[in-house]
Nanobody
Framework: VQLQASGGGLVQAGGSLRLSCAASRRIDSTYAVAWYRQAPGKQREWVGSSTSAGNTHYSDSVKGRFAISWDNAKNTLYLQMDSLKPEDTALYLC???????WGQGTLVTVSS
């Protein structure tokens, strides 16, 4: 399977963006797809993960602001990001944990 992330851009603090992670084929509902982010000069950070069956988890840093959802018909995972902060600025990547498969990433920049 291949993953392709898209939807990043420049947004003001307090704004919203929706990222997409499109899979090249259906992913079994027992497997989670995860979002990570990497800010300049910082380690890669787990943002959240979800299975297509709806088992979803978030890091404390985004809980209540970000929401993950699936469009099973499109084999696509979404990351809805609201109330964005400058510290959310990062390259956002999606991955199938444990597989070594990563999408190419999409850049999110939040201006203050």
């Amino acid at each position: 399977v291949q993953l392709q992330a898209s939807g990043g851009g420049l947004v003001q603090a307090g704004g919203s963006l929706r990222l997409s992670c499109a899979a090249s084929r259906r992913i079994d509902s027992t497997y989670a797809v995860a979002w990570y982010r990497q800010a300049p000069g910082k380690q890669r950070e787990w943002v959240g993960s979800s299975t297509s069956a709806g088992n979803t988890h978030y890091s404390d840093s985004v809980k209540g602001r970000f929401a993950i959802s699936w469009d099973n018909a499109k084999n696509t995972l979404y990351l809805q990001m609201d109330s964005l902060k400058p510290e959310d600025t990062a390259l956002y990547l999606c991955t199938l944990p444990g597989s070594g498969i990563w999408g190419q990433g999409t850049l999110v920049t939040v201006s203050s």
